[in-house]
DNA sequence: TATTGACTTAGACTAGACTCTAAGTGATAA
DNA sequence: TTATCACTTAGAGTCTAGTCTAAGTCAATA
């Protein structure tokens, strides 16, 4: 799979997926004949997986981590559960943090639709 | 309230009290005798509900733009209650978003608690 | 009185995550 | 066969949201 194909695909950049991979989060992807990208499907499986995880909000550099464990094999698997258990926790904290916005701003929508503003801001 | 009292009943520094009062999210501050911030009940209230959004992931831009029709009146509100209600539903949709990823996450460390990890990544 | 410590300002710097530019290569269409 | 197009690289630039620095002021303590 070509690189634009990818990044259609995946609704990204090929510059994101280019950085990706220079930062060694995906491949090195394999190159045809000609030195263009040809994604296999492992490739597509990783970046599938770090699109999700990023877009909950980890940060590159974690997954990084997590990358570079997976690929020192075996000896590393606790150590890969527990930062995917140490993330968890920080995730389901974010969403607590973002639960909690959200019903404030719901109620001061609300005020706003009974036209009961008084307040600050 | 000094800026040192706001920046630890909120947990956050003074340079980003001063940031935010610089972008004009907050104050202006009212300044004691030596020129010092004397912070007000209701710039604490705007601080309060400018973390608490931001800390959700609504970006300052979006913050100094509701701020900004708040300071023109009346005659915003229509305005800003449809800014609160677009912001309400990126939020719905981030913790959607999120909870997706946890769950691929809760997933994936439960292969690994079961030893049943064969696959990429 | 001298020094310490908390504040003030303007403005430079940083980290994270891209995003763009310039220069170049290879395959295909006119 | 020349032009176009999608790709390649290294490296520079951008944006957001702070964070830090330098130089200075003021009040309190040694």
Same mark, same amino acid.
């Given at each position: ?28 992807? +394999? ?7 040809? =994604? ?6 990783? @970046?599938?997986? @770090? +699109? ?13 981590? =997590? ?27 974010? @969403? ?7 019903? +404030?701003? +719901? =109620?001061? @929508? ?9 307040? =600050?801001?």
């Amino acid at each position: 799979m070509t690189i634009k194909e990818v990044a259609e695909k995946f609704d990204m950049t090929n510059d994101t997926l280019r950085y990706y991979e220079k930062v060694g989060l995906v491949g090195p992807v +394999k190159k045809n004949s000609s030195g263009m990208r040809d =994604y296999s499907e492992s490739d597509l499986k990783r @970046i599938e997986f @770090i +699109k999700c995880m990023h877009s909950a909000g980890i940060s590159i550099e974690v997954l990084k981590k =997590y990358v570079d464990l997976y690929d020192e094999g075996e000896s590393t698997k606790l150590e890969r559960q527990h930062l995917l258990e140490e993330e968890q926790d920080k995730l389901e904290e974010k @969403i607590r943090t973002m639960t909690e916005a959200l019903d +404030k701003l +719901k =109620y001061k @929508i609300e005020l706003y639709k009974t036209n009961k503003l008084d307040e =600050y801001l």
